[in-house]
């Protein structure tokens, strides 16, 4: 008699919930948690379609999302099929489906090998809610959740990807390439009128553009609140809703730099670099508009983007600090400034945390890792060499081969181990991304 009264009340339930207009549906189902959404979707054809809408994606509540934690999400080259993430609020792993992406990247570029030999899907990148993908050396922006996928267009001159940064910060950005000697159509700059009032604006112009140019250098923005004026008058920049690629790569003899100009829809030469120059990763780190990358010849930090008093210099090689075990080192990106991971010595006997300091530029040695919890990491994996990721107030660690993941809080300087998820998943090739899911916008361009 309980179970049919209980189906009862189900069906009525299901019935007043239907009759409800599709708006209020969505409204209802827009102050739901993140989390929950995901099982929203489940529970029939109705509502996978309302949450997937376009309506419901502009949902004004869900804008309020970006106040959350981020993710700490894992990414497999070679799966097609889902993200896996650990939401911090809700202490637990979290699968959402990404197979969209195996259908929507065939449809810019030919099948023509067999799908085992199509090629991996790297993941460069994150910035508000969306992914920098890196298929057959083409790049791809994608929102996992709303299932949007916006194909980048062809470099001016890069052939082959050395390296690349992922950003969405209108703090510092580029905003477009200087041209010798001639007078731009987008901001004017031949004249000593229209540099100051670029000046007053936020720009910082240089004043020799023929010397800009040949030494590749830039027009970078403190935009600050002033993002929609600026776009008025100059035409393109990158605001809070747009998003800016930084690539380096090799074009004939050449080692190049180009920036993805959004409104423009366009690659823009800011810069090169000498060739003898090795990166040791794949991607740059991004911090306040700024990129950061390791060096292995010669050796250091790469800085790319970051503005001067004296001109806009593209990039300049700081000093890292002085410990064994540069094959160990990892750079980060945590609570808006740059980490760096790095072996007590040669011995690996222990790993340190520094962190940058942009204004004086030196390092300050935060705090060793306890002896205790680097055992433990090497009785989990045959190597000490460690993933790491920041992720909100978070650095996490990730012995190689495992997801049993190490958090360290920056705030209270805790450490302690995430639970471990329950799905199985192909670990050879994951690496962990920073990630702040977003639902209020779907569309790029």
């Known amino acids: 008699m309980a179970s049919k009264k209980r189906e009862k009340e189900e069906e009525e339930g299901f019935s007043l919930w239907a009759e409800l207009p599709a708006e209020v549906q969505s409204n ?18 109705q509502w996978d379609s ?23 999400i894992f990414f497999t080259p070679e799966s097609f099929d889902f993200l896996l993430a650990f939401d911090f609020d809700g202490l637990s792993w979290l699968k959402f489906d990404v197979g969209f992406l195996s259908s929507m990247l065939d449809v810019f570029h030919v099948r023509a090998l067999p799908s085992a030999q199509r090629g991996f899907v790297w993941c460069a990148g994150t910035a508000s809610g969306r992914l920098l993908l890196n298929f057959r050396s083409s790049l791809h ?7 949007s996928l916006f194909k980048l267009p062809s470099f001016k001159c890069i052939e082959v990807i050395v390296t690349q940064g992922f950003s969405a910060s209108h703090m510092r950005c580029i905003l477009a390439h200087v041209k010798a000697r001639v007078s731009s159509p987008i901001t004017g700059i031949s004249t000593t009128t229209s540099i100051r009032k670029n000046e007053m604006q936020g720009f910082l112009m240089p004043t020799d553009s023929g010397k800009c140019a040949s030494e590749g250098h830039f027009c970078a923005a403190e935009l600050k609140g002033k993002a929609r004026d600026a776009s008025e008058e100059t035409g393109p920049c990158l605001c809070a809703h747009y998003f800016s690629v930084m690539v380096i790569g090799k074009a004939k003899r050449e080692l190049l730099i180009e920036a993805y100009c959004f409104s423009r829809n366009s690659w823009e030469i800011v810069g090169s670099m000498p060739t003898c120059f090795i990166m040791k990763h794949d991607q740059m780190i991004e911090c306040d508009g700024v990129f950061y990358s390791l060096l292995l010849n010669p050796f250091g930090m790469l800085v790319v983007g970051e503005s001067t008093e004296n001109g806009m210099g593209i990039w300049r090689i700081q000093d890292l600090p002085v410990n ?53 990491m090497k009785s989990i994996a045959h190597s000490n060499w460690v993933d790491c990721v920041g992720v909100g107030n978070f650095i996490c660690f990730r012995a190689l081969c495992t997801l049993r993941v190490l958090s360290y809080d920056i705030c209270n300087e805790l450490w302690s181990w995430l639970p471990e998820p329950s799905i199985l998943y192909d ?11 977003r639902l209020d916008f779907t569309q790029f361009v």
């Open 28 to 45: 209802v189902l827009g102050w739901l948690p993140l989390r929950l959404l995901f099982r929203c979707k489940l529970v029939c054809k």
């Open 50 to 72: 309302a949450i997937s809408s376009p309506s419901f994606t502009h949902f004004p509540s869900l804008r309020y999302r970006s106040g959350h934690r981020p993710w700490l």
């Open 141 to 147: 922006v994608c929102n996992p959740l709303t299932k």
């Open 324 to 376: 064994g075990g540069e094959e160990t080192r990892r750079l980060l990106a945590c609570q808006n400034s740059i980490f760096l991971v790095c072996p007590v010595d040669e011995l690996n006997k222990g790993l340190i945390v520094c962190r940058f300091e942009s204004n004086s530029r030196c390092w300050i040695k935060m705090r060793n890792m306890p002896e205790c919890i680097l055992e433990d």
């Open 427 to 437: 670990t050879v090739f994951t690496r962990g991304h920073e990630f702040e899911p």
